[in-house]
């Protein structure tokens, strides 16, 4: 996941840098790169959202808070 987030943050940033030197073809390997790791960094998220522990675990908080 740290790949991910590093992968996505560098590529947001080449993207932006690229807008502002207006470099056209740096722009669009940027773009899709950082769709890439968004949509990446959100099947992590839902990998590691679906896992039974993580169910567990906020059955359990979410019992205590409305206790």
């Known amino acids: 996941m740290y790949l991910t987030a590093i992968g996505l943050t560098a590529s947001f940033a080449v993207l932006i840098a690229s807008n502002y030197l207006n470099l056209e073809f740096a722009k669009v390997s940027a773009l899709l790169t950082t769709a890439f ?6 099947l992590h998220l839902i990998g590691y959202a679906s896992k039974k522990d993580v169910k567990e675990g906020v059955k359990r908080a979410t019992q205590n808070y409305s206790q």
């Open 37 to 42: 790791f968004a949509v990446w960094g959100l």
